[in-house]
Structures are given as C-alpha cells and as structure tokens.
C-alpha cells in the first residue's frame, strides 16, 4: 500500500540507510528492491570495491530495476523469492527489507533466511507498517474505522506486523539496537488516495460486503471537500547478526 516515494515516505528512508552505516567496500542487499530506487544510494555508498545485491521475485520489478541500474557496474539483480534467497551463506555486510515482510507467507522463515546470508557482525534495517493504527479524518468517524478495519483483515497479509518487527527479529537471531515509530503525514487527499489506496481499498470493501455501498460512496466523496488528514504508524528496526 504506501508508495515510499511521496514526501511522505521518502524521510524514513534517508534514515534508514544512514543508521545501516553502510561503506565503501561491503556487500549490501536489499530485499524486496521492487523497481530498484534504493539500488543507486546503496551503490554510492559501497563505492566501487563493494557489492548491490537486489532480490524481487515479480519480473516486472526486476526489468525496471536493472534498466534502473544499468550503467552501475557493482549493482545486481538477481531473481528469486525471499524465503529462497538467491545468495551464499554469510556473503552479506548490509541488509534491508522495507515494507516486505507484510506481504509475505512467513515472515519468519524470510528473517531466518536473512540471518542465513548475513555473516556475523552485520547490520540489518527493516521497516513495516501498522495498518491497524490508520487513521483517515472524516465527519464519519464510523465509516473511518470500518475501513481501518477492513485494509487490516482483508487487504494486507501481515497488517500489524509493524508493532512486531523487533520481537520478529530477535526470534531470527539478530540483536536488536534501535526501534524507531515515525508517523507519515497525509494533508493532501489524492497523495493520500494514490499512496494508500482510499478509493480502490473502498471499492474493494463494498464489493466485498463489508462497508455498505451508498456510505462508502458517500465517505469517500467527503475526503476531497475541505481540510484533509491521515496517518499510521511505520516502524524502523536495526539490528546487528
């Protein structure tokens, strides 16, 4: 659901890479990379002795990522599911999954496969929403709640797994240093309708028989007349192997 690329998203992520402290001459990969918008920031930062792996298993992502980084020599892309990783045993230095693990069939079995290919001593960023903390300003607040609670049991997997991420990690093995909650801000309705789906989510919601259809209608439509707000909380933890 959250495009990380509004204004919204893109300061979490400025901070997550800074604290993974990562340098020249390492192995950094990112889990879930998607089209690959992290993929050049890591690779600056790696210089030109170090290593970019990026994972997705979705072919699309994986041909806009490697047109994205065509001209970066120490950047790969490599194919292939996260409960599989697609990388040696203790090769990686670095590691981040942002917004990955909600979506998965066990995010368990991705944080143990993580452990398996960072070596020891490695940092490890990971960031996950809690969905059950969204909140959408409106004069029905009712309506509101039920489309909270909606995108939590219906749209995303793992929705509340924000608020687990380090007890997830330290499960996996990894010493937890720092938990951080952030909480983007949406004042502008069709960023928000864009970033986290309002419009769609609702459809979907009506469709579905969990929100009537002339008030889901009717809620949706009052979102773009005057003053807009909605938030959630999303949750940054770094830890080391």
Request: proline share 3%; hydrophobic share 40%.
């Amino acid at each position: 659901m959250l495009r990380a690329a509004t204004g919204a998203g893109r300061g979490y992520k400025r901070e997550l890479v800074d604290r993974l402290d990562v340098r020249a001459g390492q192995t950094a990969l990112d889990v879930g990379c998607g089209p690959g918008a992290d993929l050049p920031e890591l690779a600056e930062r790696v210089g030109g002795s170090g290593t970019v792996i990026g994972v997705d298993r979705d072919p699309a992502m994986i041909t806009e990522a490697r047109r994205r980084t065509s001209d970066l020599s120490t950047v790969e892309i490599r194919e292939g599911d996260a409960h599989c990783l697609p990388v040696a045993p203790g090769a990686v230095d670095r590691a981040k999954i942002d917004r990955v693990l909600m979506h998965v069939a066990e995010p368990a079995d991705v944080l143990a496969q993580l452990h398996l290919v960072t070596r020891s001593g490695a940092r490890i960023g990971l960031v996950e929403p809690d969905w059950d903390t969204l909140i959408v300003d409106a004069e029905d607040i009712g309506t509101s709640r039920a489309f909270t609670r909606y995108t939590t049991s219906e749209v995303v997997r793992h929705a509340t797994i924000g608020r687990g991420l380090a007890r997830y990690a330290e499960q996996a093995g990894f010493t937890v240093e720092t938990v951080i909650a952030t909480t983007p801000v949406f004042l502008d309705f069709q960023d928000a309708d864009h970033t986290l789906g309002l419009g769609r989510n609702m459809q979907q919601a009506i469709q579905d028989g969990h929100i009537g259809e002339e008030r889901g209608r009717r809620w949706f439509a009052s979102l773009s007349e005057g003053t807009f707000f909605a938030s959630f909380m999303l949750v940054s933890v770094i830890c080391s192997r």
